[in-house]
T-cell receptor, first 116, second 113 residues
């Protein structure tokens, strides 16, 4: 199964600033997923990052707020821009096992973000 | 839109007891998955059950799927303190997009030593 490393594991940021979260996979995958998990809540999909094309954003999430890069088949970044306290969440990246849908997803340990 | 609804929201049991969590959904699916999340960590995949399966086992875990009732259950037998975690069911959205998963709100399980 894929091993996913996320950096940073946690951060405390000032409002109005931006933070870029990195996600590294130990194998090549076509799709990478970025989720947000607000305190005590379930996971909400932010966007799907495809290599070689623009990310596909879910309803309620926009590129200006959450720009995503996908420079190759093993790496992606999510930037949380112009942060406010409402952005305090855990951000997780994930991939399909074997890079195939309808298989288990594997997750990084997440980035716990607190905005002051 | 499709989202699993877990029940109960929280469950507290003693070590050695069994824990049962349920997930109900609205539209037909081709598979349903269960995940565990320990506090402050990412999600770990537990079991994937397909629509043509009624039951799957993995160690102390047993998952059932009743497509006629649109529900699934996760049973953890002989629970341990280390099973304390949140458990989520996940399924494809109802409006296409099989590349995505939609997660339920989860059941928070506490196993007391």
């Amino acid at each position: 199964s894929a091993v996913i490393s996320q950096k940073p594991s946690r951060d405390i940021c000032q409002r109005g600033t931006s933070l870029t979260i990195q996600c590294q996979v130990d194998s090549q995958v076509t799709m990478m997923f970025w989720y947000r998990q607000q305190p005590g809540q379930s996971l909400t999909l932010i966007a799907t990052a495809n290599q070689g094309s623009e990310a596909t954003y879910e309803s309620g999430f926009v590129i200006d707020k959450f720009p995503i890069s996908r420079p190759n088949l093993t790496f992606s970044t999510l930037t949380v821009s112009n942060m406010s306290p409402e952005d305090s969440s855990i951000y997780l990246c994930s991939v399909w096992e074997g890079s195939r849908p309808n298989q288990p997803q594997h997750f990084g340990d997440g980035t716990r973000l607190s905005i002051l | 839109s499709q989202q699993g609804e877990e029940d109960p929201q929280a469950l507290s049991i003693q070590e050695g007891e069994n824990a049962t969590m349920n997930c109900s959904y609205k539209t037909s699916i081709n598979n349903l998955q269960w995940y565990r999340q320990n506090s402050g960590r990412g999600l770990v995949h537990l079991i994937l059950i397909r629509s043509n399966e009624r039951e799957k086992h993995s160690g102390r875990l047993r998952v059932t799927l009743d497509t006629s009732k649109k529900s699934s259950s996760l049973l953890i037998t002989a629970s341990r303190a280390a099973d304390t975690a949140s458990y989520f069911c996940a399924l494809p959205p109802s409006q296409g997009g099989s590349e995505k998963l939609v997660f339920g709100k989860g059941t928070k399980l506490t196993v007391n030593p």
